[in-house]
């Protein structure tokens, strides 16, 4: 109103409406205020005079704060008319810094888009390769609904500052085909994960729909640009999502074998029969753990004023007891007397009663009778004979009735004193509400997991499959029976059917959560849990809080572990993980079927809703770090990603859904993270490369204007929708079912291409330089044909199963970037392993820093041998036996490889002995021979040189002295 009546004036004042040109704002001194009035009729009024903005307020002390938008003479005014002013809101201040923001804001916003439709000006310095702005993933997908381009960019100036707030520049996107013309630009948004303390930045995405000719422009020959209003700029080639060719099934392929939602009971039972029609193909194998079973004790609320009418609440442990317009309800919950069966329902608990009778008389006493299952409480009266039994009271009476604590348990509510007055209830009885049809058995319920293959003896490569492991996920049961349907009845048909269940063992587990599924099916859709009660309290209000996250309740990285984010020890919290790590039976049987057949190396828990395809890492922490629980090397990654591709293309093949790019990876990088899931405890614990799947993707609606994408919830309409069901998910949740059981064949298909894996993977090496004048030269490893884990060095050594892996730069990231410094040569060395385990040979590339120069001088060959004083033995003595030694020296100096000295005798006549004219000694010279060698040269070396010689006492000795010339010489064969 204000703002009108200025615009008015300043039409009306003509030659003086500039006086008002220096106004940044409409009234710029004016502000927000906070005016506190007695009442209604106030703000009546004060809305003919003053801007009084659409808020109000009712204090404590009955008086009512509005906002109103006033100068400093209306402040004045409506001080001069008693009111309080409170807090200024908004003030010419506060409103300028937002106008400014927003200015500044839009300017980064128009040159981010300019540089991603121009590129960065030439005078300005485009970001190197790998800077500030790095293009993570670019796909390109065709569904149902059009071509869509995806794109992915992690910003390194983007911070955080404070616990929900960031810091960074714009991003914003163009593409462009062969032409090289660039689209107009879209803005990338900053994707951030609001669960960790404070928030985390991920990275930036968006999904643009491609229409008209950029729609038909080759997947080759797109080009994204990804730009940043500080002027950093990537580019990237776009693939093709998901990529690759699936063999066609054979003409007749069967599938489609349900009509409707199935209960786990009615699973059970499918399953079983398929199992007696093909027993050479399916094996059934009884779970070691019975469920605690589809069952509860019976229960009820009597003594409250307006009787009990089977509500419940979903307020947590405090809770309340129904609603009634006459009482608080802190006051019901002091007359409200809980009562539990001894007796499970269906064994007789839903027969017991119980009848709270009014007085008969002034000061009549509190009793108990019982007859059969009907418990009577006769309320004690007091001096007019109105009932005056407090709560706490009549449970005293029941629980000490030895008849009536045989058949029930009383209680107050929720812990209360119980000092309300009991209320005269009719005969009511108690109720385990559990309404399933009779074929579905109360009780413990015996889960099975069926072993599908030709070979089911452990020989072939296990897939894994779980479903429903969260109760009200209806369409994931249907997934594990089609899958098992599909693979006995094609088996005898389809070529490439049999080729996989000849080389791969497939185990179904088909309801992993029986007791959650069946409350959700027939009691409370909205069941995640297991139906076991943890809780303190047990009476029928919280009824559906009951059970345990039995995907939260697994062994690895759980919340009992340390602040791993995303599971609950809050018993009525959706997310409970339960009292301690594999607490239940369904969790131990699950980790059962892993531990006891090792032939395992796949598995899948299957989920709804979101149309995810995700594996570990699975949780984070809530450190203020986001400490990841391990995530696997790039190498596995882009292994899961690899068969993640044959998965995913068999559930575009049924209807043409694809699983979008954004929704495929890691857990905890994808939608959050889930402390105790049985993905990573599949990975970690046991090896087993576990994925985590997620029927229902958004169903993609075309519009005049593009596509919007709406939610399908965890149970859509099956077949047509009725009732108020959104009639464009007609059939949704049996498409899901469909689509996903398609999904699990994909998953058997990528374990056959494991199992028949024998090729040693192939990579390369890419560098900036192979040599270079002094600058770093930065190099990464690409893989050439298959996944791996590239293990390298760079000190000239031989890589091992030990030397360093080549990793991502961050999670979800690029391969990271390594740099070489040190001048001179380096030589890089590296191998790779697959997910197999094959391993390629090492390669070498051999990389310089700066100018090599040359300084030497030569060597010529030399042997050159000097001796030393000639050996000599000294007198022999005749007719005595002894050896006499005699020692001399040569000094070698060689400059050969390889040397021999040797010693030997040139004598004709008397070979090897000493001599005295024509007389030679009877027993040989002892020393002869090689002497010594060596490998490498040397230099004047002193080498001793020894001889022995042998006198007996029978040898005949000529006077005079014996000798013998010798011949030293040093050889080589390498000079």
Known sequence: MKITAIAAALL???????????????????????????????????????????????????????????????????????????????????????????????????????????????????????????????????????????????????????PTSFSGPSQALS???????????????????????????????????????????????????????????????????????LPPHVAGYQQGFFNRYQDPTENRAQ???????????????????LSNGYQRKAMGIVGLKTPYADQVSGTGSLGNVGTDTTQTAAIRATQALVINTKAWGHEGGNSVSVELKAPTAPDAPLSVAVTGSDIVVNLAGDVAGAPASKTADVVAALNASAPASALVTASTFRANAGQG??????????????????????????????RIGAHRDGTKVGVFFTCQTHAREWTTGLTCVETAERLARNYATDPETKKLLDNVEVFIHANGNPDGGHLSMYDFASQRRNMTNYCQFTDPVGR??????????????TRFDGPWVGASADCTVDSFSGPGEASEPETKNDMWIADTYPNIKFASNMHSFGGYFMWSPGAYMDDGKRTLSPAPNIGVEKYFFQAGEKILGRIKEHRGTVILPQRTGPIADVIYSGAGSSADDHWYRKGIIGYGFETGADKFISTETGTVQIQTGFQPPFAEA??????????????????????????????????QDTTAPKTSIEYSAAQSDSAPITFKFNWDDEAAVIRYTTDGSTPTLASPTYNAERPRGLGELLTVTKPGV????????????????????????????????????????????????????????????????????????????TVADPDAVNPGRLVNGTFALPQPLQGLGVVKTWTAPTSNEKVPVTFKQTIGRTDALRTGSYSKVLTFTLSTTSP
């Open 421 to 450: 007055v009991a209320q005269p209830t009719a005969k009511t009885l108690m109720k385990d509400y559990l309404n399933a049809p009779a074929h579905v058995q109360r009780g413990p319920f015996q889960q099975r997991v069926y």
């Open 544 to 557: 559906n809080q009951w059970g345990v996250d039995l995907n939260r309740n697994y062994t690895e990285y």
């Open 826 to 901: 380096t030589e890089v060395k590296w191998f790779a392993t697959d997910i197999k385990g094959n391993q390629s040979a090492v390669q070498t590339q051999r990389l310089q820093v700066g100018e090599q120069g040359t300084v030497g001088g030569s060597v010529p060959a030399t042997l050159a041998l000097t001796l030393g004083t000639p050996a000599a033995f000294g007198a022999f003595t005749p007719g005595v036996d002894k050896e006499y030694t005699a020692t001399t020296e040569a000094t070698v100096l060689s400059t050969a490889g390889d040397a021999t000295l």
């Open 12 to 162: 009306a004042l003509g030659a003086s409406a500039p006086a008002y040109a220096s106004d940044d704002l409409p009234g710029a001194d004016a502000a927000l205020v906070q005016v506190f009035v007695p009442n209604e009729a106030a703000i009546a009024a004060l809305t003919e005079q003053f801007d009084v903005a659409e808020y109000k307020n009712v204090e404590a002390d009955g008086t009512i704060m509005i906002a109103v938008d006033a100068t400093p003479a209306e402040r004045a005014e409506l001080r001069a008319m008693g009111l309080r002013i409170g807090a200024t809101i908004e003030d010419a201040g506060t409103r300028a810094s937002v106008a400014e923001a927003r200015d500044v804001q839009r300017e980064a916003d128009e040159r981010a888009s300019a540089w991603a439709e121009s590129g960065v000006p030439k005078s300005r310095a485009a970001v190197a390769p790998r800077g500030e702005t790095v293009i993570q993933r670019a796909d390109r997908f065709t569904n149902y609904a059009g071509t869509f381009l995806y794109v992915e960019a992690f910003n390194k100036a983007t911070v955080s500052t404070g």
């Open 722 to 755: 009725t009732g108020s069901a959104d009639p464009r998910l007609a059939y949704e949740g049996r498409d899901q079912a469909m689509e996903f059981a398609s999904g699990n064949y994909g998953m058997i298909e990528a374990a056959y291409d494991y199992a």
């Open 175 to 245: 593409y462009a085909g062969a032409d090289g013309v660039w689209s107009v630009a879209t803005d990338v948004p900053r994707y951030t994960d609001g669960t960790t303390t404070p928030d985390t930045y991920m990275f930036h995405r968006q999904l643009v729909r491609l229409t008209g000719p950029a729609a038909q422009i080759p997947v080759d020959e797109l080009t994204v640009r990804v730009a940043s209003s500080s002027g950093a700029v990537d580019t990237s080639k776009v693939k093709s999502w998901p990529g690759g060719t």
């Open 271 to 289: 399953l079983d029969r398929l199992a007696a029609e093909f027993p050479n193909l399916i094996t059934a194998v009884n779970l070691p753990h």
